[in-house]
T-cell receptor, first 115, second 110 residues
Framework: DAGVTQSPTHLIKTRGQQVTLRCSPK?????VSWYQQALGQGPQFIFQ???????QRGNFPDRFSGHQFPNYSSELNVNALLLGDSALYLC??????????????FGPGTRLTVL | RKEVEQDPGPFNVPEGATVAFNCTYS??????FFWYRQDCRKEPKLLMS???SGNEDGRFTAQLNRASQYISLLIRDSKLSDSATYLC???????????FGKGTTLSVSS
C-alpha cells in the first residue's frame, strides 16, 4: 500500500517564477492538507482540500493556491516566488470519517529553493 | 502569544536518561493533541496522541492538562534511536489544520 507521494523531491527556482508541487494521497484517503516548513521551524498549515474544494486556509497570501482532482490528488501552486518561500513543502492526507480521529499521514516533502 | 510553544532545545542526554518535553497552547477550544517525531530531513510522523487521562506507549508517556493548556512528553531509558526533533501538535477542529510547535531537538549519546 503506497503512502503519500510527492513530486518533485527537490526544486530550484528563481525569484518571480511560478512553481507547481504535486501530491498523491494514501490509498483510501480523500482529504489533502499542505504545510510549509522553513528551516528550524515547525510545519505551518497552508490549506486543506476535500471534495475538490478548499475547506480551510492558513495565513498565507493569495500567491499560494491549490487544486484537488477527482482522484483526490492535489497540486500546490506558488506564484511570484520570493526568497522566503524557500522551504520544505509537506503534503498530508487523511480520511474524513467524523466518527473517529483521522490521522494525517505526511509525504516526504518537496524541498524548494528560491534563488 | 504563539499558538503552540515548546521548550527551547537542544536536549543532549546520555543513553538511559529520562527526558521531559513541555508544550503550551493558546487556543482553549483546541480539541486534539499529539506528539510527532521528525528525523533530520524527513517528514513528521505521529508518535502518539495525548489524552486528558494521560497515556503511555512503552517508554513514552504523554500528559495533557486542559486547565493549564499544557502538554508534556516523557521519554524513559533513552535510546540512541530516540535522537530526533519532537513536535508538539494541536488540532483546532476535528479533521482540519494541525498547528505545530517549533520542535525540540533531542540528541542521545552513548
Amino acid at each position: 500500500d503506497a503512502g503519500v507521494t510527492q513530486s518533485p523531491t527537490h526544486l530550484i527556482k528563481t525569484r518571480g517564477q511560478q512553481v507547481t508541487l504535486r501530491c498523491s494521497p494514501k490509498s483510501g484517503h480523500d482529504t489533502v492538507s499542505w504545510y510549509q516548513q522553513a528551516l528550524g521551524q515547525g510545519p505551518q498549515f497552508i490549506f486543506q482540500y476535500y471534495e475538490e474544494e478548499e475547506r480551510q486556509r492558513g495565513n498565507f497570501p493569495d500567491r499560494f493556491s491549490g487544486h484537488q482532482f477527482p482522484n483526490y490528488s492535489s497540486e500546490l501552486n506558488v506564484n511570484a516566488l520570493l526568497l522566503g518561500d524557500s522551504a520544505l513543502y509537506l503534503c498530508a492526507s487523511s480520511g474524513n470519517d467524523r466518527a473517529i480521529y483521522n490521522e494525517q499521514f505526511f509525504g516526504p516533502g518537496t524541498r524548494l529553493t528560491v534563488l | 502569544r504563539k499558538e503552540v510553544e515548546q521548550d527551547p532545545g537542544p536536549f543532549n542526554v546520555p543513553e538511559g536518561a529520562t527526558v521531559a518535553f513541555n508544550c503550551t497552547y493558546s487556543n482553549s477550544a483546541s480539541q486534539s493533541f499529539f506528539w510527532y517525531r521528525q528525523d533530520c530531513r524527513k517528514e513528521p510522523k505521529l508518535l502518539m496522541s495525548v489524552y486528558s487521562s494521560g497515556n503511555e506507549d512503552g517508554r513514552f508517556t504523554a500528559q495533557l492538562n486542559r486547565a493549564s493548556q499544557y502538554i508534556s512528553l516523557l521519554i524513559r531509558d533513552s535510546k540512541l534511536s530516540d535522537s530526533a526533533t519532537y513536535l508538539c501538535v494541536v488540532e483546532g477542529q476535528a479533521g482540519t489544520a494541525l498547528i505545530f510547535g517549533k520542535g525540540t531537538t533531542l540528541s542521545v549519546s552513548s
